[in-house]
């Protein structure tokens, strides 16, 4: 008795502790479809965007509330609320979050369909230099999330710093890198967004005394809180808050030739021509600062081709684009004052300044240097009508290099009338970097796609279709242990694009496995990119056969994958729902990062030890058996298996029920068709009802979708242990010409001859092979195609 009565009196004076004892109820109000909570020290707007989605901000006394979010696009829907007030506290409710604000001691909460998530501990501080939020946290709770970070998947014990930086050569652990993102996720299975880009902290418990912290310079004190009863509710929830991801060009799911960096023309064209000959499929060629000067310093900032080392870069870029291959160009935006351009950056008033208007000069490992500002409507009108030119001439993708910015003082002013500092941009400079490029393209190309690839960004980037990598990590196996859980965590955040350097960037090591192991983790990753510095080749043609026939495997595995990883982007599209995906979106005791799925229904387990000869993998509960993608063994799932491991390919599983649709290796996407698919499902007698889709369109339009320009062939199956239903729907968008399609269905695990095989009532030629334990039907070649195939067993 005596340790239950220490045990709750333990708890209320932790409860009196976690108040801010200064701050009183005052009065409270309905204004509109919000809630207005005046203090003696401020006033709390807290409002719903939805039934999952309320944002409360609070204002101090003496300061005016700042109504603009970088992050935040979804305007708030008319959601029903009621507000109860029963003496000591208020509860304001929508169909699934409530707000509890207990009136004295002051202090708010939130709870989901009747489960708690979060309540404030202090709430709103201000101590030293630093405003502050604070929240109570349960003690089993994991956290996840504040960008792009090399730490663990639970983040939980760490105080990260909100400042986009690079960190060159970074292996296994990262405190700090290019993304971060004033973002916290629960186990829970609720988020926290802080709405707003200045810099400061994010501490996750650091102290270890149940305590999460938002700390910033100054700004908007408004933080959303984001629900849901899965993971997927709260990652769609979050993006429909901050935007999702157009899908980008087919192209961007192909192989790159990229390295640091292409010197000339002729040897542009001479590494496309070696893909070519090698048969190693390519869709893009990316030229680092070669294109506009022959030295790493001293040129950045002209933005203009080298005509000695290019002399004809607009025949080159047509040359190439007639093989299939587009050219992509890096950009920064630094002017260095000893570039071509520097005088009329200068004249037209484009850079940002110091506190007496003129442009702000440094020094940083690139030469002395001015900043174009993205703030000032003249920095961003030259900054576009230079990639317009670009354009123009033929290059068809963008590569945004050092938008942290790279070296940013903080003395460094913005704005037609500097009235913005650094640190106050600092964190938004690569999303308003990427949004020039975006909007520029829907106001003069609003057909087209763009490709942007960025090194920063911020919350919503992925709206402006920014395709993130994770920065200049270290050719190493520690650098590729890092990036599962980099892009893990990305995707969790909204941005589903990030990948890694394939082979790892920084130092001259050469490793065979370890490049080989990192491309063929790749072929499961959004993008597929091989980029390093020359000393060591990038591009798998210049590497020693036996690795060169290992990675052209890998590649033609990617081509050969474009359908399924074409209908996940679409997915990632609609829903948010990221390309790579922790399993703990389908165990939610299972947060590690050693595997992970790769759209919905394969399992990847990447190699990131030398020399393995065996790997353990966690089988997710969610199918009751995962077939081996390669040799169709199956594995019990909601177990750990220790599974060997080949040179040939890294471990892949499919989830029983799924359908693969898989498409003939092409070497270019140029000339990629569904014209002939081969459609893969996996039999388990256990499977159940299960679904799956092809989507397709021309890979190019801009909102092909919403113009109706695309058909989806929707997949459905029904598995006993006696028969087996097959049933193909194609949805034809209204504006859309439907492709006349022969599919040759796959059906794996079939252990015995079929007794029959039927499509639509009719008896239909079939072959099963006793080895492979497969049985493959070629469904006729329609358009629109509606079928339904029956297999008695």
Same mark, same amino acid.
């Given at each position: 008795?005596?340790?239950?009565?220490?045990?709750?009196?333990?708890?209320?004076?932790?409860?009196?502790?976690?108040?801010?004892?200064?701050?009183?109820?005052?009065?409270?109000?309905?204004?509109?479809?919000?809630?207005?909570?005046?203090?003696?020290?401020?006033?709390?707007?807290?409002?719903?965007?939805?039934?999952?989605?309320?944002?409360?901000?609070?204002?101090?006394?003496?300061? +005016?509330?700042?109504?603009?979010?970088?992050?935040?696009?979804?305007?708030?829907?008319?959601?029903?609320?009621?507000?109860?007030?029963?003496?000591g506290v208020l509860e304001f409710a929508t169909p699934g979050i409530t707000v509890r604000v207990?009136?004295?001691?002051?202090?708010?909460?939130?709870?989901?369909?009747?489960?708690?998530?979060?309540?404030?501990?202090?709430?709103?501080?201000?101590?030293?230099?630093?405003?502050?939020?604070?929240?109570?946290?349960?003690?089993?709770?994991?956290?996840?999330?504040?960008?792009?970070?090399?730490?663990?998947?639970?983040?939980?014990?760490?105080?990260?710093?909100?400042?986009?930086?690079?960190?060159?050569?970074?292996?296994?652990?990262?405190?700090?890198?290019?993304?971060?993102?004033?973002?916290?996720?629960?186990?829970? !299975?609720?988020?926290?967004?802080?709405?707003?880009?200045?810099?400061?902290?994010?501490?996750?418990?650091?102290?270890?005394?149940?305590?999460?912290?938002?700390?910033?310079?100054?700004?908007?004190?408004?933080?959303?809180?984001?629900?849901?009863?899965?993971?997927?509710?709260?990652?769609?929830?979050?993006?429909?808050?901050? *935007?999702?991801?157009?899908?980008?060009?087919?192209?961007?799911?192909?192989?790159?030739?990229?390295?640091?960096?292409?010197?000339?023309?002729?040897?542009?064209?001479?590494?496309?021509?070696?893909?070519?000959?090698?048969?190693?499929?390519?869709?893009?060629? +990316?030229?680092?600062?070669?294109?506009?000067?022959?030295?790493?310093?001293?040129?950045?900032?002209?933005?203009?081709?080298?005509?000695?080392?290019?002399?004809?870069?607009?025949?080159?870029?047509?040359?190439?684009?007639? !093989?299939?291959?587009?050219? +992509?160009?890096?950009?920064?935006?630094?002017?260095?004052?000893?570039?071509?351009?520097?005088?009329?950056?200068?004249?037209?008033?484009?850079?940002?300044?110091?506190?007496?208007?003129?442009?702000?000069?440094?020094?940083?490992?690139?030469?002395?240097?001015?900043?174009?500002?993205?703030?000032?409507?003249?920095?961003?009108?030259?900054?576009?009508?230079?990639?317009?030119?670009?354009?123009?001439?033929?290059?068809?993708?963008?590569? *945004?290099?050092?938008?942290?910015?790279?070296?940013?003082?903080?003395?460094?002013?913005?704005?037609?009338?500097?009235?913005?500092?650094?640190?106050?941009?600092?964190?938004?400079?690569?999303?308003?970097?990427?949004?020039?490029?975006?909007?520029?393209?829907?106001?003069?190309?609003?057909?087209?796609?763009?490709?942007?690839?960025?090194?920063?960004?911020?919350? *919503?980037?992925?709206?402006?279709?920014?395709?993130?990598?994770?920065?200049?990590?270290?050719?190493?196996?520690?650098?590729?242990?890092?990036?599962?859980?980099?892009?893990?965590?990305?995707?969790?955040?909204?941005?589903?694009?990030?990948?890694?350097?394939?082979?790892?960037?920084?130092?001259?090591?050469?490793?065979?496995?370890?490049?080989?192991?990192?491309?063929?983790?790749?072929?499961?990753?959004?993008?597929?990119?091989?980029?390093?510095?020359?000393?060591?080749?990038?591009?798998?043609?210049?590497?020693?056969?036996?690795?060169?026939?290992?990675?052209?495997?890998?590649?033609?595995?990617?081509?050969?994958?474009?359908?399924?990883?074409?209908?996940?982007?679409?997915?990632?599209?609609?829903?948010?729902?990221?390309?790579?995906?922790?399993?703990?979106?389908?165990?939610?005791?299972?947060?590690?990062?050693?595997?992970?799925?790769?759209?919905?229904?394969?399992?990847?387990?990447?190699?990131?030890?030398?020399?393995?000869?065996?790997?353990? +993998?966690?089988?997710?509960?969610?199918?009751?058996?995962?077939?081996?993608?390669?040799?169709?063994?199956?594995?019990?799932?909601?177990?750990?298996?220790?599974?060997?491991?080949?040179?040939?390919?890294?471990?892949?599983?499919?989830?029983?029920?799924?359908?693969?649709?898989?498409?003939?290796?092409?070497?270019?996407?140029?000339?990629?068709?569904?014209?002939?698919?081969?459609?893969?499902?996996?039999?388990?007698?256990?499977?159940?009802?299960?679904?799956?889709?092809?989507?397709?369109?021309?890979?190019?339009?801009?909102?092909?979708?919403?113009?109706? !320009?695309?058909?989806?062939?929707?997949?459905?199956?029904?598995?006993?242990?006696?028969?087996?239903?097959?049933?193909?729907?194609?949805?034809?968008?209204?504006?859309?010409?439907?492709v006349v399609r022969t599919y040759t269905l796959k059906v794996h695990n079939v252990a015995s001859?079929?007794?029959?095989?039927?499509?639509?009532?009719?008896?239909?030629?079939?072959?099963?092979?006793?080895?492979?334990?497969?049985?493959?039907?070629?469904?006729?070649?329609?358009?629109?195609?509606?079928?339904?195939?029956?297999?008695?067993?």
């Amino acid at each position: 008795m005596k340790l239950i009565k220490f045990a709750i009196l333990a708890l209320i004076s932790q409860a009196a502790l976690a108040q801010n004892a200064d701050r009183h109820f005052m009065s409270a109000a309905n204004k509109g479809n919000a809630l207005e909570i005046r203090t003696n020290d401020g006033i709390y707007i807290i409002k719903p965007y939805s039934a999952a989605v309320v944002e409360t901000s609070f204002i101090p006394k003496g300061e +005016v509330a700042d109504p603009v979010s970088h992050a935040v696009i979804m305007a708030p829907e008319t959601v029903a609320t009621t507000l109860r007030d029963e003496g000591g506290v208020l509860e304001f409710a929508t169909p699934g979050i409530t707000v509890r604000v207990e009136k004295q001691p002051f202090r708010i909460s939130y709870a989901y369909k009747g489960q708690p998530l979060v309540a404030e501990k202090r709430g709103y501080l201000h101590e030293g230099k630093l405003e502050a939020i604070e929240f109570a946290l349960d003690g089993d709770e994991a956290l996840y999330g504040a960008g792009a970070r090399a730490v663990g998947m639970n983040r939980r014990g760490n105080r990260f710093q909100l400042y986009n930086r690079a960190h060159y050569g970074y292996e296994a652990r990262s405190q700090l890198l290019n993304f971060t993102i004033p973002m916290a996720l629960s186990s829970k !299975k609720y988020a926290l967004h802080f709405d707003n880009p200045q810099t400061g902290y994010l501490d996750f418990d650091s102290k270890k005394d149940g305590t999460l912290s938002y700390e910033t310079i100054g700004g908007r004190k408004t933080y959303q809180v984001i629900a849901g009863e899965q993971w997927e509710d709260v990652v769609a929830n979050y993006t429909s808050l901050t *935007g999702r991801q157009p899908l980008p060009p087919r192209w961007a799911f192909g192989n790159f030739a990229s390295r640091f960096g292409y010197h000339t023309e002729a040897e542009t064209r001479a590494v496309v021509d070696k893909f070519i000959a090698d048969k190693i499929p390519v869709d893009a060629v +990316v030229l680092d600062l070669y294109w506009f000067g022959k030295t790493v310093k001293g040129t950045m900032g002209n933005l203009a081709w080298d005509k000695e080392s290019f002399p004809n870069p607009q025949g080159m870029m047509a040359d190439l684009a007639a !093989k299939g291959v587009k050219t +992509v160009v890096i950009t920064e935006p630094f002017v260095l004052t000893t570039s071509s351009r520097w005088q009329e950056a200068v004249d037209r008033k484009v850079l940002a300044t110091d506190a007496a208007g003129a442009p702000f000069t440094y020094n940083f490992y690139f030469g002395h240097t001015g900043l174009v500002d993205l703030y000032r409507p003249e920095g961003r009108e030259w900054f576009w009508n230079i990639y317009k030119d670009l354009k123009a001439g033929g290059v068809a993708g963008w590569w *945004g290099d050092l938008g942290e910015p790279e070296v940013h003082p903080a003395a460094l002013r913005h704005g037609s009338n500097g009235q913005l500092g650094a640190d106050q941009v600092h964190n938004i400079y690569g999303h308003d970097w990427a949004r020039l490029i975006a909007e520029g393209y829907q106001k003069d190309f609003p057909n087209e796609r763009p490709f942007i690839l960025m090194r920063a960004g911020y919350s *919503g980037s992925q709206r402006f279709g920014m395709i993130p990598w994770s920065g200049d990590v270290q050719r190493s196996w520690g650098g590729l242990q890092s990036q599962m859980e980099i892009a893990l965590q990305m995707g969790m955040q909204g941005l589903a694009y990030m990948h890694s350097d394939l082979g790892g960037f920084a130092s001259p090591m050469l490793d065979d496995e370890l490049y080989v192991r990192w491309l063929q983790y790749g072929v499961f990753q959004p993008v597929f990119r091989p980029h390093a510095q020359e000393e060591v080749p990038a591009e798998p043609v210049f590497r020693t056969e036996h690795t060169k026939s290992l990675a052209r495997d890998a590649i033609r595995l990617r081509y050969a994958m474009l359908p399924y990883n074409y209908s996940a982007a679409f997915d990632n599209s609609q829903t948010g729902l990221p390309l790579m995906r922790p399993l703990m979106f389908e165990d939610s005791e299972n947060g590690g990062s050693s595997t992970y799925l790769w759209g919905r229904d394969i399992l990847v387990a990447p190699i990131t030890e030398p020399g393995a000869q065996r790997k353990e +993998v966690n089988f997710p509960k969610s199918a009751r058996t995962w077939f081996d993608f390669y040799t169709g063994a199956a594995h019990k799932g909601g177990i750990n298996e220790v599974v060997p491991v080949v040179a040939e390919h890294i471990p892949v599983f499919v989830r029983a029920g799924a359908f693969v649709p898989m498409a003939n290796v092409v070497q270019t996407t140029r000339d990629y068709s569904t014209r002939q698919i081969a459609l893969n499902y996996y039999y388990d007698a256990n499977a159940g009802a299960t679904n799956g889709k092809l989507y397709e369109d021309d890979g190019a339009t801009a909102n092909a979708y919403q113009q109706g !320009k695309y058909e989806i062939a929707h997949f459905s199956g029904a598995a006993t242990a006696a028969s087996l239903e097959i049933g193909i729907e194609t949805e034809v968008g209204k504006s859309w010409q439907p492709v006349v399609r022969t599919y040759t269905l796959k059906v794996h695990n079939v252990a015995s001859r079929p007794r029959s095989v039927r499509c639509d009532g009719k008896d239909v030629a079939s072959r099963w092979d006793a080895q492979s334990r497969t049985l493959q039907v070629v469904l006729p070649a329609r358009s629109a195609m509606k079928a339904k195939l029956a297999v008695i067993l």
